[in-house]
């Protein structure tokens, strides 16, 4: 896990407003107020055991937010983060969990402003070229559309809740390379990893320009990604949504951890 800031944390009875899910445990000063915000990589979307009341959002138990809150005392968590979101729907539909009191704020986000999930059908169903094509124009979405999204919903996010750490989380690669793997071509695959890259470059630069926590999971999956032979990440699936998103596993033992140590010393600062 690769860090740029330090960070904090997050839990405790349920509620349920506006479609999200409220923990409120007993509040002490030694609390933290926990707001879970993003797309599919954070609502846990391939990970099994949805929340029912979360809808098409796919909010899961296994997802790291709930590992997380759940693993910590907090005086609240809310669990807003939901799947196939965008930066304009996260600052559309899911900022109203934030508030002055906010002390940490998790989120996944960019992916699905650059179409990410097109490119992978694209490069499951088409040639190496069309895959390459749309990987570049992903590409270039990535580096000249995608830091003004992110700037303004960090700007948004840092309004909203003045006194949060917030973590920004980044996308693992999805294929280990190798010599013998059913499926896509290594073009294909070196070609989707590098997309990842970008991707994740773009994000953790518009986390610094907000002075916002980068924790980078390629590191925490790497010998866990698709073609391992121990793999984290779901490959073609039915349902569709779940393609290509972590598995159970791949939040408890890959994204948990890097929330964790992007938290742990906002914890240190509040016992």
Known sequence: MRLSRPCTAVFGAVTF????????????AAGTNYVALGDSYSSGTGA?????A?????????AYPKLWAA????SSFTFAACSGATTSSVASGQLGALS?????VSMTVGGNDAGFSSVMETCVLHSDSTCQSAVASAESFMRNTLPGRLDSLYGKIRA?????????????????IVSVCVGLSNTKRTALNGAADVLDGVVQAAAGRAGFTWSDVRDEFAGHELCSGDGWLNSVTIPIDSSYHPTATGHR???LPALTGSAKAS???QT
């Open 54 to 62: 979360s809808g098409s959002c796919n909010r899961s138990n296994n």
């Open 17 to 28: 407003a506006a479609g999200l899910i409220t923990w409120s445990g007993s509040a002490s």
């Open 267 to 269: 914890l240190r600062a």
């Open 48 to 52: 099994g055991d949805y929340d029912s």
């Open 71 to 74: 693993a910590h005392e907090t």
């Open 160 to 176: 909203k809740a003045p006194s949060a750490r917030v973590v920004v989380l980044g996308y693992p690669h999805l294929y280990k």
């Open 253 to 255: 033992l890959g994204y």
């Open 100 to 104: 002055s009191a906010t002390t940490l």
